[in-house]
């Protein structure tokens, strides 16, 4: 049996167990594997998510020190060389976005000098942008798309001393050679395994929510999106996979609840979170199944994201309401339908927003509007304009986040096309209070300003 250490290079230290490394773990487990991870959140010193999400008003001022702990800074490289030397793996695995990428690249090198250990990178940055690590001398495999079956495999061919060149969704180097492999079939969650939560520091689990900190677990009932909204990734995986069938793929509802009732057990939950990206898009009989079972089998408040146009059956959002929801996530991102059309792809018309929040407050469920500023050809207007549509819609909160190019989706080409960035990797992509955008309408200053005068904007008195 292999041991394989994990790296969560979580630069922005917002406390969270990512679902990519819980689950990869979890699969590795039950094939009675060593899993363990080296994980920097809580050696940083700047909490730099949860400050910015203070500041702008996200969540209510909780004494999170209280909760996750002085934050103490530490030479993160020195303690990536002890856990390496301690825990002595046979594979590293790295699990990558891009605003983590530049740590990820430092302990990626640090791994190398150190020890002989395959290294081996997925994600969504390495899936999406697979060039960055196809250069990197410091990494031997590349994970494209789902890494359950990959890793498994991969975990068995070197145990066995077998040639690896060949597992599917994975970019292999192996003396001075690249060999890319085809994608294999969609991961079915089968045969069941539990997340592995038991690897990660328990000050993960707590998450602020109303000023006060609740044990929250993160859950997962389907997989992908079939939309082609320009800020995500999203069609890239659409492309990548369409000889597999539809990308967005449901768990089965057994294997959801057995999972949540463990964890809830094990680890005193209080708040569920399920992770699907548009969580309604589901059939009838399952949404009743979910509800009903949701109510009996767990019983516990739980939040979720999906679109407005899920939202618009009175009947549906009471239900909702009925088995515990008590927030939804509504992906507004502006308020100019003409900026959502021809900026964003997302042609959702106002009027179905007004109708998804107005059903949401009539059953007591909170919302909360993701909002982004600083878009490509975004006027100071136009940003007016969106805090005006929040305080139409009666948004109880708002998160409100900077637009940051991602490599994969559709507006990072338009902002190279369009100068408002180079063709390059910024290790400052995601920087919460600013943006990398150089646009001509709109300078950082003004916008950095809106950033925080944007709950003002909506919640004050005019
Ligand atoms: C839910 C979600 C969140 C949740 C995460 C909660 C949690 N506990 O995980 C929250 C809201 C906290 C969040 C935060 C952020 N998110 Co987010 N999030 C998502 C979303 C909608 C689903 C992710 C998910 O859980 N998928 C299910 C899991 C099982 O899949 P997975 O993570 O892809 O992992 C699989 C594979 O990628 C692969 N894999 C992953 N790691 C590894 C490692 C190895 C070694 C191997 C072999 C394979 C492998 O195997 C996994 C299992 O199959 C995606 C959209 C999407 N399509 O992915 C965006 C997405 C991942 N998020 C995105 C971003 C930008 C962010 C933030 C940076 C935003 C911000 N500035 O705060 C942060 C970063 C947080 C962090 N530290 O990683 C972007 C990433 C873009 C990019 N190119 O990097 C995405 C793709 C959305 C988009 N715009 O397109 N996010």
């Known amino acids: 049996m292999s041991k394989i250490l994990f790296v969560y290079p979580n630069k922005e230290g917002y406390p969270i167990i990512p679902l990519s490394i819980s689950v990869l773990a979890g699969v590795l487990k039950r094939d009675g594997h060593t899993v363990d ?28 020190e209280k909760y996750w702990g002085e934050a103490k800074k530490q030479d ?46 997925g994600g969504i940055f390495p899936t999406v942008a697979p060039e960055f690590f196809i250069q990197d001398d410091n990494v031997d495999i590349i994970c494209i798309g789902e890494g359950e079956r ?44 539990y997340q592995d939560w038991g690897i990660f520091d328990r000050r993960h689990l707590l998450k602020p929510f109303i000023g006060k900190m609740w044990k929250t677990g993160f859950f997962e009932m389907s997989r992908g999106c079939p939309f082609d909204c320009f800020y995500c990734a999203n069609h890239i995986y659409q492309d990548m996979f369409k ?6 793929r449901e768990k089965s509802l057994e294997y959801v609840f057995r999972e949540i009732e463990h964890m809830k057990k094990a680890y005193s939950l209080e708040l569920v979170f399920f992770n699907d990206e548009n969580f309604l898009m589901m059939e009838k009989k399952r949404f009743e199944a979910f509800c009903a079972q949701m109510k009996e089998r767990i019983n516990l408040p739980f939040f979720i994201q999906t679109r407005a146009e899920s939202l618009c059956d009175e009947e ?29 792809n997302k042609n959702t018309p106002d009027h179905v927003y007004v109708k998804a929040f107005a059903n949401c407050k009539k059953y007591t ?87 925080y005068k944007f709950n003002d904007l909506v919640y004050s008195v005019s």
């Open 37 to 64: 991870v080296f994980d920097i959140t809580f050696m940083l010193t700047d909490r730099l998510d949860h400050n910015a999400r203070e500041k702008t008003g996200v969540v209510k001022k909780v004494d999170v």
């Open 365 to 451: 469920i909170r919302t909360t509007a993701y909002v982004m500023i600083g878009l490509p050809f975004e006027t100071e207007d136009d940003i007016e304009e969106t805090a005006e549509f929040c305080k139409k819609i009666e948004a109880q909160s708002i998160a409100i986040s900077i637009f940051a190019p991602y490599h994969g989706t559709r507006l990072y080409d338009i902002c190279v096309k369009n100068n408002f960035v180079e063709d390059k990797y910024y290790e400052n992509i995601s920087v919460n209070d600013s943006t990398i955008l150089n646009m001509p309408q709109l300078s950082r200053e003004r916008l950095e300003g809106l950033y």
């Open 76 to 121: 993160i490289r020195e303690e990536f060389k002890k856990k390496i030397g301690a825990f002595n793996p046979d594979l590293i695995a790295f699990s990558i976005v891009e605003n983590n990428y530049a740590c990820a690249r430092e302990l990626l090198k640090v791994a190398k000098q150190i020890t002989n250990s395959p290294t081996i990178v």
């Open 243 to 248: 000889s597999l069938g539809p990308y967005h």
């Open 316 to 344: 549906k959002v009471k239900m909702l309401s009925e088995a515990g929801c008590i927030t939804v996530g509504i992906g507004v991102e502006s308020g100019s339908q003409r900026i959502r059309r021809e900026t964003l």
């Open 150 to 193: 990959a890793l498994l495999e991969l975990v068995h061919r070197l145990e066995h001393a077998k040639d690896i060149t060949t597992i599917q969704n994975c970019i292999v180097k192996c003396n001075g050679t690249i060999t890319k492999n085809d994608v294999g079939p969609f991961y079915d969650w089968e045969p069941f395994a």
